[in-house]
Structure formats: structure tokens, C-alpha cells
């Protein structure tokens, strides 16, 4: 079956860079599109970015110049990188697959604080 | 980006009673639109696609329709299981955008 899980540091410092992890299985990577979603304490949902089948990504407007989606696909992971780390993207982060984001890792929760 | 306006924030129903939410697009996204649920401490989990399409598993209750740019979610006949945020999506262009959620409450 389909299964997602992100991985990666609790804590990070403000100004930082932030490196999360999803590893995927039951589908492939060249067949399916990885979202990343996060949430950020007591509030509502924001689509992060995107690596679709093909490779190419696309982002969030407002995260578009600090932020990098990647993968291996050998490895079926993806990769976000986010850089300049501020408090306000202290968030909890998923993975998300699917034409219709179907399926959810169980997230990943980053805190940014010194 | 395309703005999706979700409404009412939050509200309150009795079990049984049936409950309607709405998302209205800045603009058309055709039937680019999904709604999803989450409940505390959870992943969200689809429940309609394709803006009136039942994802599987999710009960006959739920129902999605569209009406030009404006979406809404039905719930009939609501159970105490139905409690949770509500979250519609459009996904018609990218950057694909999220409404501010409709937190549901029992009575």
C-alpha cells in the first residue's frame, strides 16, 4: 500500500536551513507527484510546494525564493529545503502523493527557536 | 494565485442535522476543487474530489457541489465521528491554494 514518512530535525535555528526527508513506497516517484503541506500551530493548511513525475517543481509564491523540492528517485525519496528559517515557519510539515493528495505521511513536526 | 474564501469559520450542530460549507474560487477553477477533513493531532483525509466525486471509503453523507465559482461540502444526516476542520483546495493552478478551514462542532 501506499506509504509516506518524513523525517529531519525538531528544532532549527532561526536563519538555518531547514532539510526534511519523505520516504515513499508502494508507487513510484516517476509516476506520481509529492506535495509538501504544512501547518503551523493552531492554524489552517498551506500548500508548500511541489515535485511532479517528470521532475520539474513548482512552489508556493511566498516560499518560492527560499525553497527547493528534489528527489532520488532509487532511493524513493524527496527531499524540501527551505532556507532563512524565521519563526514563522515553525510548522508541522507533510508529504503528501496522489492526483488528489490522497495519501498523507503522519508529518513531521519543526519547531525554528534559538 | 487564486483565492478560496471558506465559510463559516466554524459551526455547531446538533447529530443528524445537516450541515453545508462553502469555498467561492477568486476565480474559475472548473472542478479543480477537493475538500478535505482533519481532526486534531491527524493527517487530513480526502473526502471529495473533482468538486463532487466521493473519494473511497468515505460515507454516502458526504457530498460535494458546484455552483459556478462557488463549492460546497454537505454533510447529512451529521454523526459525533464528523467532528473536525474542513479544508477545500483548489488545484486548477499552480500555486494551488487551501481555504481557511470550517471547524465543526457537535452539539
Known amino acids: 500500500q501506499v506509504q509516506l514518512k518524513e523525517s529531519g530535525p525538531g528544532l532549527v535555528q532561526p536563519s538555518q536551513t531547514l532539510s526534511l526527508t519523505c520516504t515513499v513506497s508502494g508507487f513510484s516517484l516517476t509516476s506520481n507527484s509529492v506535495h509538501w503541506v504544512r501547518q503551523p500551530p493552531g492554524k489552517g493548511l498551506e500548500w508548500v510546494g511541489a515535485?511532479?513525475?517528470?521532475?520539474?517543481?513548482d512552489y508556493n509564491s511566498a516560499l518560492k525564493s527560499r525553497l527547493s523540492i528534489s528527489r532520488d528517485t532509487s532511493k524513493s525519496q524527496v527531499f524540501l529545503k527551505m532556507n532563512s528559517l524565521q519563526t514563522e515557519d515553525t510548522a508541522i510539515y507533510f508529504c503528501t502523493t496522489g492526483g488528489v493528495m490522497d495519501a498523507w505521511g503522519q508529518g513531521a513536526s519543526v519547531t525554528v527557536s534559538s | 494565485d487564486i483565492q478560496m474564501t471558506q465559510s463559516p469559520a466554524s459551526l455547531s450542530a446538533s447529530p443528524e442535522e445537516i450541515v453545508t460549507i462553502t469555498c467561492q474560487a477568486s476565480q474559475d477553477i472548473g472542478n479543480w476543487l477537493a475538500w478535505y477533513q482533519q481532526k486534531p493531532g491527524k493527517s487530513p483525509q480526502l473526502l471529495i474530489y473533482?468538486?463532487?466525486s466521493l473519494a473511497d471509503g468515505i460515507p454516502s453523507r458526504f457530498s460535494g457541489s458546484r455552483s459556478g465559482t462557488q463549492y460546497s461540502l454537505k454533510i447529512s444526516r451529521l454523526q459525533v465521528e464528523d467532528t473536525g476542520i474542513y479544508y477545500c483546495l483548489q488545484r486548477y493552478s499552480n500555486p494551488w491554494t487551501f481555504g481557511g478551514g470550517t471547524k465543526l462542532e457537535l452539539k
Open positions: 473533482s468538486a463532487t
Open positions: 515535485i511532479w513525475s517528470g521532475g520539474s517543481t
